[in-house]
């Protein structure tokens, strides 16, 4: 079982950076490969980025390749999303996960979810 708590989100203008974090228990965390997703109103859940369990490989939808950058640290059971360059088309619920399989995370699909952190953009 693996529990996963975001934080970071907030209020930000246009042209702005947050760093959004993902603190999960467990001791299996460095075998997961975690992910980060939004949900804007109205709209379904949308894949933001993925990192593999040994932090080798990163994937990025289209929308923010350039600008937000996924890492993680397997010692504090943490993975980060560091934004940048912030857009109004940003703003959403972030939530991150985490799966066995990473490609199940490009496909929208994970085992574990968390309860997800508001991120504002005002232009």
């Known amino acids: 079982q693996v529990q996963l708590v975001e934080s970071g989100g907030g209020l930000v203008q246009a042209g702005g950076s947050l760093r959004l974090s993902c603190a999960a228990s467990?001791?299996?965390?460095?075998?997961?490969?975690m992910g980060w997703f939004r949900q804007a109103p109205g709209k379904e859940r949308e894949f933001v980025a993925r990192i593999s369990s040994n932090r080798v490989t990163t994937y990025y939808a289209d929308s923010v390749k350039g600008r937000f950058t996924i890492s993680r640290d397997n010692a504090k059971n943490t993975v980060y999303l560091q934004m940048n360059s912030l857009k109004p088309e940003d703003a959403a619920v972030y939530y991150c996960a985490a799966d066995p399989i990473g490609m199940r995370l490009s496909n929208g699909r994970a085992d574990y979810w968390g309860q997800g952190t508001q991120v504002t953009v005002s232009s």
């Open positions: 467990g001791r299996t965390f460095s075998s997961y490969a």
